[in-house]
């Protein structure tokens, strides 16, 4: 079974722009959520999706917003990039949101980097 | 409140010795404590996890944890330590009656010298 996919591996933009990030979840996964890493602020949750609708969303600024698709695919966007948008962006899924003993899987990230 | 605290942001073994990678947690609820670990450039990769069953958990890799709550403790250990094993390893917490928002450590890179 495949894994978690996210696309593109690396990003460059540039402060002002905005930027869409891509995840396909593993093929029977229907909850998918989104984490930002950073050096200084370690790994925070950013939101999770389940069928098409967002459960859970983190403390991040209305810059930061996502959405599912009907084949479980999430986006998500950032508008306006600072530079402290720089990070690892993070997607994992699992089959069933808020069930602690279902294992989240991780896909291998997005870099973004804002010049 | 929720809280991770992973007690040392770097670990340094030799190969073939024993590694001990410390987590105390604080939650108000019944928690679930999970053990990641991270090799560069690539995503996480669950070792193991506690969801209130056994209190000692067995992961991959030789890996396990005991959950310890007169402690707040989860730490994790594996008796003998390999060269594959350096990375970077994330103690994370979910506590049940909350809203199953992950909670991070802020990570322990484990560093393994031949």
Redesign the interface.
């Known amino acids: 079974k495949a894994g978690v996919t996210q696309t593109p591996r690396y990003l460059i933009k540039t402060r002002g722009q905005q930027v869409t990030l891509s995840c396909s979840p593993i093929s029977g996964h229907r909850s998918v959520s989104w984490y930002q890493q950073t050096p200084g602020q370690g790994l925070q949750f950013l939101f999770e999706y389940f069928s098409e609708t967002q459960r859970n969303k983190g403390n991040f600024p209305g810059r930061f917003s996502g959405r599912q698709f009907s084949n479980s695919r999430s986006e998500m966007n950032v508008s306006t990039l600072e530079l402290g948008d720089s990070a690892l962006y993070l997607c994992a899924s699992t089959t069933t949101p808020g069930v602690v003993t279902d294992t989240q899987y991780f896909g291998p990230g997005t870099r973004l980097t804002v010049l | 409140a929720q809280s991770v605290t992973q007690l040392d942001s770097h670990v340094s073994v030799s190969e073939g010795t024993p590694v001990l990678l410390r987590c105390n947690y604080s939650s108000s609820y019944s928690p679930?404590l999970f053990w990641?670990v991270q090799h560069p450039?690539?995503?996480?990769?669950?070792l193991l996890?506690y969801?209130s069953a056994a209190t000692l958990v067995k992961g991959i890799n030789g890996f396990e944890a005991e959950f310890k709550k007169s402690e707040t403790s989860f730490h994790l250990t594996k008796p003998s330590a390999h060269m594959s094993d350096a990375a970077e390893y994330?103690c994370v917490l979910?506590a049940?009656g909350g809203?199953?928002?992950?909670t991070?450590?802020?990570?322990t890179s484990l560093i393994v010298h031949p």
């Open positions: 679930s990641y450039n690539k995503g996480l990769q669950l996890k969801t994330f979910f049940s809203s199953y928002i992950p991070f450590g802020r990570g």
